[in-house]
């Protein structure tokens, strides 16, 4: 991987992205879609624009986020505290995992009526949902992980005559880390999706809300329509963006973050350098050593790495 | 003992052609730290039917020796030729038995249906294929154990698979990267012994990599030893015990304990 | 324990389970509701068998078409993070309200998963396997087919099982507002007739679609990937 590359790879993608929009907004010109069904590119922008520049879209994202906090916070905290309870005492794990399992299977939007009947269409009704749903796959997710602890670690810290509180801390929560990271960064992104689902068929208040509130003004409307569906989709890529740089962090010494490091050995030639990685010595763990760059241009790059990592990860 | 040099590479009159020629062969890798030389001059022949061992020093660039030599990865510089045409893909007529048997059987296929796979690949009919695995199975001491998935043999038992695969479809050249190293020591000797009679009776040449010197010496016709990165062709050490081998007859001769001397010593040394 | 708490239940919105569950049984077992139980499966199946090819397919296809993957990777990513419900206004207002708007969704929903699980699986396939493959001759074709797309099947699997899900909750989804069959919009209208056994009713039959679909998929799997999980169970036990 040279810069060249890179910057062809980047070109690339830029290309597609501004094809993509190119022939929306020809097609709506030119009358294929049509004006009353789709808005045209530009419409979308400008809506997105303004909702930008008022405090409008800005509070509808904090908004979302409230319910989208809140409700995370509560399903993980309970869902680790569960998780962990049922991995370590086998009674505990024999009578409630059906009960777990059962509840796990049913579709969230079952619930959402419930919701509604309880809270109507509150902040509460909204997190209550986002923990019900990411409670139960997650607690099933950390009992797992603690479950798997490797024997022979098990072991080394018997011999080490760690026991307790100290163990559970230094030893079984380091090993189960990287299933409860797994864990979160699904539940990270499936408390947003159920917010928002929330928030459209619900109501309150939100991005979801002003999606609906804009649909049902009409067709004048859905230039903004359009332009906070977008804008939700760019909050689950930025939030999961989030998530994946801070496991990164975290988790900087298991081996699925140093992934390939072994086969590098054996199969140098292999080696996939990406901007980031290439760029940045040493910004994060499992970075390669630097090209040499200039040092403004280093600057850059690196956050441009960074944000590349961050932003997609899938990549 | 010959010293590379002294015998030139290539054709000599009357001989029959080499198949594997290499000729001041080099590769670097050049990463994001810096390059890094693996081989820097590797020069030698493997006549047909021979047994060749190459050792080294952890790290010695064996197993880029052996990718170069199946055509996986070319030289940066320089030539290798299997039988007379330089390789630039993997040709026809090589098989290769890996370190890492687990990773290299396919899990998702029983035994049988993996020693098939490079079979149907080549056309061969049903008929002549069922046939063809059976026997491949039966030389390698496998016979009943067709119907199994991989991961349900041992590890002495799956590289043998392994080694059945390669040989399936009768290939000329045998490369083996340390293909005992991920066994216990007791499997180690029954499968080395298991090489030498399957050489015997498909009359296949064989490259084998190997850390373990005495391993190199119970097998080999000749022992290439590799120098540390960049690696160079230090000496190449014909054996000239008598054969069939034994296990315990050929490691008690003095003439094993001096060869063992002489390659520990060229090995250890740098 | 919920048959018994709510048994003495005066409450409009938590009615007795007994009450709920004879709802269940004129309503949706012998009555008139089985044929928004039906119209909502046909989308179901539908919508997510196309998700499952489209996904597998196109997966396959950027895995070996580079530039095309480079080039559309970050918006791949983008669609399988966008929150597919937000769709549904503009689903509405594109196909109107009938099979075609709900099938749509749904398969729009659910490729993505699929789609990045496949792309992802087969690109981090073991090099081992894939130099085994070279060696022993395989051609492209062969090597796509015979030794990648297996290898990545856990992975492959796994996204599939996460499309389930995804259509499930697009199927109610697209079935709450303006439809006019379907679970969704008989929950929607026996809450807003104040119908609240019929609600319940409609949950519990959503709740049982979800566990119906879960059992399914783990037997389906099971028999797809028998090999994947005895070669764990091997590992596991050799630790």
């Known amino acids: 991987m040279t810069i060249r590359g890179l910057a062809l790879r980047y070109g690339l993608r830029l290309g597609v992205l501004a094809t993509a929009l190119g022939l929306w907004q020809g097609l709506s010109a030119v009358g294929v879609i049509r004006a009353d069904e789709f808005p045209s590119m530009t419409q979308t922008a400008s809506a997105l624009w303004d909702q930008a520049r008022t405090a409008t879209l800005w509070t509808a994202i904090g908004q979302t986020l409230e319910g989208w906090a809140i409700g995370l916070a509560i399903g993980a905290a309970a869902a680790l505290v569960v998780g962990t309870l049922i991995a370590l005492n086998a009674f505990a794990y024999h009578s409630v995992i059906g009960v777990i399992e059962f509840f796990k299977a049913i579709p969230v939007i079952a619930i959402l009526p419930i919701g509604l009947v309880l809270w109507g269409a509150t902040l509460t009704m909204k997190f209550a949902l986002v923990a019900f749903a990411v409670f139960w796959p997650l607690a099933i997710q950390v009992c797992y992980g603690v479950r798997s602890v490797d024997p022979v670690v098990r072991d080394t810290a018997s011999v080490l005559r760690l026991r307790g509180p100290r163990k559970f801390a230094l030893v079984i929560m380091p090993s189960a880390a990287p299933f409860i990271a797994t864990g979160l960064r699904v539940a990270v992104a499936v408390a947003l999706i159920v917010d928002i689902i929330a928030e459209l068929i619900g109501g309150g208040s939100g991005v979801g809300v002003r999606i609906l509130i804009a649909e049902n003004a009409g067709p004048s409307a859905y230039p903004v329509m359009y332009a906070y569906i977008v804008v939700a989709g760019v909050l689950g890529v930025l939030l999961a963006g989030a998530f994946t740089v801070a496991e990164r962090y975290v988790l900087h010494w298991h081996e699925s973050q140093r992934s390939a490091a072994g086969d590098k050995q054996i199969y140098p030639e292999r080696t996939e350098v990406t901007l980031a990685a290439s760029l940045s010595p040493g910004r994060w763990p499992g970075a390669h050593p630097g090209v040499a760059v200039r040092r403004p241009a280093r600057r850059v790059v690196g956050v441009v790495g960074w944000l590349e990592v961050a932003v997609f990860p899938a990549a | ?270 | 324990m919920w048959w018994v708490w709510s048994a003495g239940s005066r409450s409009l919105y938590f009615p007795p389970l007994e009450s709920i569950v004879k709802a269940l049984w004129t309503q949706w077992v012998t009555g008139p509701a089985r044929a928004e139980l039906a119209s909502s499966l046909e989308h179901l199946v539908a919508g997510y068998a196309i998700a499952s090819a489209l996904g597998i397919g196109i997966g396959m296809a950027l895995w070996s078409l580079r530039y095309a993957r480079e080039a559309t990777s970050p918006y791949l990513y983008f669609l399988y993070v966008l929150p597919a419900p937000v769709l549904v206004p503009a689903a509405m207002t594109l196909f109107g309200i009938g099979f075609s708007m709900k099938v749509v969704l749904i398969a729009f929903a659910a490729v993505w998963p699929t789609l990045l699980n496949t792309l992802d699986g087969m690109r981090g396939v073991d090099a081992v396997k894939l130099d085994t493959s070279k060696v022993l001759g395989l051609p492209r074709w062969r090597n796509a087919l015979q030794v990648v797309l297996p290898a990545a099947g856990p992975q492959i699997v796994a996204g599939l099982r996460n499309s389930l899900q995804v259509a499930i909750i697009l199927m109610v989804v697209s079935e709450w507002e303006a439809s006019t069959d379907g679970i969704g919009y008989y929950i929607v209208s026996a809450q807003q007739s104040f119908d609240y056994v019929g609600m319940w009713s409609g949950i519990i039959v959503l709740a049982i679609i979800g566990i119906v679909a879960n059992l399914l998929f783990v037997v389906a799997e099971d028999r797809v990937l028998h090999w994947h999980y005895g070669a764990r169970a091997v590992e596991g036990g050799a630790r």
């Open chain 2, 1 to 270: 003992m010959t010293t590379p040099g002294m015998t030139p590479p290539g054709v000599t009159e009357g001989t029959p052609a080499p198949v594997v020629s290499l000729l001041k062969v080099r590769k670097v890798y050049r990463g994001a730290a810096g390059s890094r030389t693996a081989l820097q001059d590797i020069t030698f022949d493997v006549a047909r039917g021979e047994f060749v061992c190459v050792v080294g020093p952890s790290g010695a660039g064996k197993t880029t020796l052996l990718r170069c030599l199946a055509g996986l990865m070319p030289p940066t510089s320089g030539e290798a030729l299997f039988e007379g045409t330089p390789l630039r893909s993997v040709p026809e007529g090589i098989g290769v038995v890996f370190q890492d048997y687990g990773r290299s059987l396919f899990p998702w296929l029983t035994v049988a249906r993996n020693v098939d796979l490079p079979l149907r690949v080549r056309g061969m009919g049903r008929a002549s294929r069922a046939a063809r695995v059976a026997e491949v199975l039966a030389s390698v001491g496998l016979a009943d154990a067709g119907r199994q998935y991989p991961w349900q043999l041992s590890g002495g038992m799956q590289q043998r698979v392994a080694i059945a695969r390669a040989l399936a479809y009768r290939p000329d050249l045998l490369l083996m990267d340390e293909p005992f190293a991920s066994v216990d020591a007791q499997t180690r000797f029954e499968l080395e012994d298991l090489i030498l009679r399957v050489r015997e009776s498909f009359g296949v040449t064989v490259v084998f990599v190997t850390h373990d010197i005495d391993e190199s010496v119970y097998l080999a016709d000749r022992v290439v030893v590799l120098s540390r990165s960049p690696g160079v062709v230090t000496e190449i050490v014909d054996i000239t015990l008598k054969r069939p081998r034994d296990q315990i007859a050929t490691k008690g001769e003095e003439a094993f304990a001096r060869y063992r001397e002489h390659l520990l010593g060229l090995v250890m040394a740098r």
